[in-house]
């Protein structure tokens, strides 16, 4: 069968986006059910934060392959929550900071992510999740060439 004949369900590109709104919509159960209020895509910026604090947003957004205008809008959120702060940086840039309150969520929720991540991972060898990392860097680099 030929590329064009193939029937959506055995395009790749559908499995993960399958993949990605499960893991999304699970995600956003696990916050409902921890009584956070936050989304998968606040979680991966207040994680990323709690890696290496006072990026700025561009440093940011890089990091985590998001556009900087979806960055700052998810900024704008996570700072009315009082879960991060933006410091002014030079007439140009803020760096962005963790708040107390930030990094107290960071701390209840990264237990519970673990947990939730190994049971994607349930039944998936150490090898497969490498060449799985392998395949999606090769996929990624095709498409930013």
């Known amino acids: ?10 395009v790749y590109f559908f ?4 993949t990605m709104k499960a893991w999304k919509k699970a995600s956003n159960k696990l916050f409902r059910d921890l009584g956070i209020n936050i989304t998968s895509d606040q979680w991966i910026i207040l994680k990323r ?7 700025t947003q561009r440093e940011l957004a890089k990091s985590i392959s998001k556009d900087p ?3 700052t809008r ?8 009082k879960l991060i702060e933006r410091v002014k940086a030079d007439r ?13 969520l960071v701390k209840k929720v990264l237990p519970e992510a673990v947990k939730y991540r190994e049971k994607g991972t349930e039944g998936v060898s150490a090898d497969e999740l490498k060449i799985f990392r392998n395949v999606l860097d090769k996929i990624r680099d095709n498409f930013s060439s």
Request: glycine share 4%.
């Open 15 to 18: 499995w993960m986006d399958r």
């Open 49 to 55: 934060l709690s890696e290496d604090s006072g990026l």
């Open 69 to 71: 205008a979806s960055v």
């Open 74 to 81: 998810i900024l704008d959120l996570l700072e009315k929550e």
């Open 92 to 104: 140009r840039s803020f760096t962005i900071n963790l708040t107390t309150a930030g990094e107290d």
């Open 1 to 10: 069968m030929s590329e064009i004949d193939k029937p959506i369900n055995e």
